[in-house]
């Protein structure tokens, strides 16, 4: 992801722009006059990104790519996916069955996987894709109606959980970062923890924060959080926490009869992500390639995400009856799942082509370079019914 920018250097929108973003911001009013006005952050959230029709990821616009508003690992390069489809090949050789992609984006990693898995011998039964965005639904059926039959004939798509559970692996990358989360405040108080949720309340023509009384669930979270941090919160600190993580989960875990899910984000565990120096929280928005901490312009055009407390994720898992069976960061990951093999088999087929040779060590660069996606990014496996080691953590093993 890009780094944060002032809103001032944000690209100007042309008309039907504007007239997209009135028309959500409008609904979003609308949603927040009938509750008295003033709505908690997670259903705001909820609307700006997935209200039907509305919602950044229900219409039109690109998303993903250089003509979008970010660029996730497959879109870098096949040497992601690639290396993700040979630690999926390990685990269908194991357990058989099916793939499952939560999100598939543009398409472009199930296109990847599958050629892989295909140069592997090792394809899965089905390659379903639950997507919830009819728009990006369309753009992977296109993209991938150009694999061979034998590949695009193994894919369909869903818009709910499937009906039976499954044996296989279940993949999300960067999923979890775009569920809807609660905001926070920590107030100092002698004695005690005083915390208040970040609301959304109404202005004239738009929005602002508003500090409204916390849910008992949100409470019991941050009470959970400040328990595992070495000092306390300082006056004034705020924060996100996703409290969705835990039906998710509870909803993925119902579907897995055997297998691994390998969940793919941006995030830390809970003692590093609540630290003193991130008082401002990790709420961050992406419109055209820039970064920025405002959700309240460009309603419904740009991406809204907070880094994913991993901790958190680990424990919905536990309560839901599946195994933490590796957490690592995308770097160590790759690396363990053979990048350096296929690498310098693609270096081998560029030859003497200086330019393929650039490409291909920019590609791998950018996924690897701590100052890239290589340790912001992590991996964390869930599984259940399965106990051969996986490739992917072989080099490194986090704590969570």
């Not at 944060?4 to 927040?32: G, K, N, Y």
């Not at 959230?45 to 790519?65: F, Q």
């Not at 793919?264 to 901490?293: E, K, N, V």
Request: glycine share 10%; proline share 5%; hydrophobic share 45%.
């Amino acid at each position: 992801m890009t780094s944060s920018a002032p809103i001032t250097t944000l690209p100007e929108l042309d008309a039907d722009e504007r007239a997209h973003s009135e028309r959500v911001v409008a609904h979003i009013r609308a949603f927040m006059r009938e509750r008295g006005g003033v709505i908690g952050f997670d259903a705001w959230m909820r609307l700006a990104l997935y209200a039907p029709g509305l919602g950044y990821y229900s219409a039109g616009a690109t998303k993903l790519g250089g003509s979008g508003d970010f660029v996730t690992a497959p879109e870098v390069s096949s040497l992601f996916s690639r290396c993700l489809a040979r630690q999926c090949a390990g685990v269908l050789q194991d357990t058989g069955g099916d793939l499952l992609e939560l999100g598939a984006g543009s398409g472009r990693m199930a296109a990847d996987i599958l050629t892989e898995l295909a140069s592997l011998g090792c394809l899965p039964g089905r390659y379903r894709i639950l997507e919830v965005s009819a728009d990006l639904a369309e753009r992977q059926r296109a993209r991938l109606a150009e694999l061979p039959r034998e590949l695009s004939s193994r894919v369909e798509w869903l818009d709910r959980w499937p009906e039976r559970n499954m044996r296989g692996v279940v993949l999300a990358n960067e999923v979890l970062d775009a569920m809807p989360v609660e905001r926070f405040v920590v107030r100092g108080r002698p004695g005690g923890l005083d915390v208040r949720a970040l609301g959304v309340g109404l202005t004239e023509e738009g929005f602002e924060w508003r500090e409204t009384s916390p849910s008992t669930e949100l409470m019991h979270a941050v009470a959970d959080i400040v328990e595992a941090l070495p000092a306390p919160l300082p006056d004034g600190y705020v924060s996100e926490v996703c409290l969705a993580f835990q039906p998710w989960i509870a909803a993925l875990a119902a579907q897995l009869e055997q297998g691994v899910a390998l969940l793919i984000d941006y995030g830390l565990p809970r003692a590093h992500l609540y630290h003193p120096d991130r008082a401002a929280g990790t709420l961050r928005c992406h419109f055209r390639h820039r970064a920025h901490d405002d959700p309240f312009v460009n309603v419904g055009l740009q991406d809204i995400t907070a880094w994913v407390d991993f901790t958190r994720v680990a424990e919905a898992a536990d309560s839901a009856g599946l195994q933490v069976l590796g957490f690592a960061s995308q770097a160590a990951f790759l690396i363990g799942a053979g990048m350096e093999s296929l690498l310098t088999a693609e270096m081998q087929v560029a030859g003497d082509d200086a330019r393929a040779q650039a490409r291909l060590a920019g590609e791998a660069r950018r996924l690897l370079l701590p100052g890239e996606m290589g340790e912001i990014f992590k991996v964390i496996a869930l599984g259940r019914g399965y106990e051969s080691p996986l490739a992917g953590f072989s080099t490194q093993t986090l704590s969570l």
